[in-house]
């Protein structure tokens, strides 16, 4: 007897699971995720939320759909979020409930600290951060344990991510989760203020589910519209940058190509000693990340520079090699292509008025010496992930580093 696909009497637009790791010192601050969570779902009935919320007391499981929460169930031992296992289990459970629900599209929101291609979800009663490459891994190990256990509905997935968490629009994580079937990428190049990114993207994503420009241009614009408001501090939005960026394979595969080309011609450089001075002149005129004021000087994201920024600051020095300047030109380009949305800020007052002109997509790891090539190894490790491999990184790493 063949399975039946369940026909829900009202289906939604949007599935959207919010894992949550409040255990930590954000607990306060990205709570307010799951109040727009609430006030989002009684204004538009099309979506519905999938929740995990843990903080230091405890995890609770349940979902929030036309304002009211339904089916919770809470554990007085806290889920350790930083287990790869854990957010398997959130995703099958998501996709489960988007199954039931008729979603046309599931996303989830990763709402914690985040650390680029270090990874994120710190759990601190657990001492644990979930590495970058394991993230998206565990995505598809959810796809995975949701198909396994519903094979009518075997062909959903996880259509997008929402990184509610600090640096993680990286060319790293962008190409993991193509790799593990994602289609879509929602996060800042930079650090973020919490609570970060708002509930209201679940607006934009159900508004347009079969326009995926209108719905990147949709969540970036909630992103960097919201306001937050500090005593002492004032007004401000949660992102000094934000991007949407689609993950399509075939994308994804021109890009990691381009890349590693030039990380070639960077590695066939290292016994010129002029080209290898302008490299690394190109490099240190890009700005990386955490651009602000009280900064420490150990932070391994001042390494995390805007791509498209580096490879055309490359592309346009005429003291290097033609070859190498074209393959700059081509990553750029690649990059580029990723990119459906973004908007960066001229000056973001919370940042001492940084300026971010160049944020436009993702980053990607550029040291310029050597303690900024992984500074906090092993226990978060920007260079442990399938991308820095396949694009040869560390061969381009070890001239211009």
């Given at each position: 007897?063949?399975?039946t ?17 409040g255990?930590?010192n ?7 995720v ?9 204004k538009?009935?099309s ?11 405890g ?25 790869p296992?854990n957010l ?29 291609d ?14 970058m ?13 949701h ?7 075997a062909?959903r ?7 509610n968490?600090?640096?993680?629009s ?31 993207v679940?607006?934009a994503?159900a ?14 614009k909630?992103?960097?519209?919201a306001?937050?408001g ?20 075939s994308k ?5 190509h381009a ?17 290898v001075a302008?490299?690394?002149?190109d ?7 955490v651009?602000?004021?009280?900064a ?14 580096l ?6 020095d005429g ?15 690649a ?16 940042f ?12 990607v790891?550029a ?7 992984d ?7 920007e ?19």
């Open positions: 007897m063949q399975p696909t369940l026909t829900p009497a009202h289906p939604r637009n949007l599935e959207f699971g919010i894992y949550r790791d255990d930590n954000l607990d306060a601050s990205q709570a307010a799951l109040t727009q969570a609430r006030d989002v779902s009684a538009d009935g979506i519905q939320f999938s929740v995990e919320n843990t903080d230091g007391r995890t609770q499981r349940y979902t929030i759909a036309d304002g009211s929460v339904g089916g919770a169930r809470a554990d007085r031992i806290p889920d350790d979020m930083a287990s296992d398997a289990s959130f995703v099958a459970r998501t996709l489960d409930s988007a199954e039931k629900s008729g979603a046309k599209q599931t996303w989830i929101d990763l709402v914690d600290h985040g650390a680029g270090g990874g994120g979800l710190e759990a601190d009663t657990y001492g644990g951060v979930m590495p490459q394991k993230i998206a891994d565990a995505i598809a190990q959810g796809e995975a344990m198909a396994k256990e519903h094979p009518e509905d062909q997935n996880v259509d997008g991510v929402v990184a968490q600090c640096l993680m990286t060319l790293g994580f962008a190409d993991a989760l193509s790799h593990d079937g994602v289609r879509f990428l929602a996060a800042s190049p930079e650090t973020m203020v919490s609570p970060g990114v708002p509930s209201t679940a607006e994503i508004r347009n589910t079969g326009d995926a420009n209108a719905l990147a241009k949709g969540i970036v909630d992103v960097m519209h306001r937050y500090v005593p002492g501090i004032g007004s401000f939005s949660p992102a000094a940058a934000f991007d949407v960026l689609d993950l399509n394979s994804i595969a021109a890009m990691e890349v590693k080309s030039l990380n070639d011609d960077i590695a066939q450089t290292s016994g010129n000693r002029a080209e302008a490299l690394r002149s490099t240190k005129s890009v700005q990386g990340m651009r602000f004021p009280d420490t000087p150990d932070m391994p994201w001042h390494a995390d520079r805007p791509a498209i920024a490879y055309d600051t490359i592309a346009s003291r290097l090699d033609q070859r190498l300047r074209d393959d700059a030109k081509t990553a750029a380009g990059v580029s292509s990723l990119v459906l949305a973004h908007a960066e800020s001229r000056s973001f007052a919370p001492g008025g940084s300026n971010y002109r160049d944020a436009a997509g993702p980053t790891h040291p310029v010496n050597a303690k900024q090539i500074p906090w190894a092993p226990r978060v490790s260079t442990d992930n399938r991308f820095f491999d396949a694009t040869d990184a560390a061969r381009a790493e070890r001239v211009i580093a």
